[in-house]
């Protein structure tokens, strides 16, 4: 390329060199800590996510032993609240 040319013929290769080292390690960096949020972040809506089905199930469970609901209609009222809370 034309600039990798003219940092070669004003020998400035080095710290070119170097410089782009520094920005590669910059970006890396960043690269590192929005791949963390965003890893923190989808673990925390999915965990929430199975805290919610966890919790219907338990519930629905409760409603089945204690009031004779039956099954369809647990799973129904629990796919329509955590749909609907979405």
Request: hydrophobic share 45%.
């Amino acid at each position: 390329t034309p600039g990798s040319t003219q940092v070669a013929s004003f020998t400035g290769e080095k710290q070119a060199v170097a410089k782009y080292s520094r920005s590669l390690k910059r970006a890396y960096s960043s690269g590192v800590r929005e791949g963390l949020a965003a890893g923190v972040g989808m673990g925390t809506v999915m965990v929430l996510l199975f805290c919610g089905y966890s919790l219907g199930i338990w519930y629905g469970a409760k409603l089945i032993l204690e009031k004779g609901y039956t099954g369809a209609q647990v799973m129904n009222v629990i796919f329509a609240v955590l749909t609907g809370s979405l």
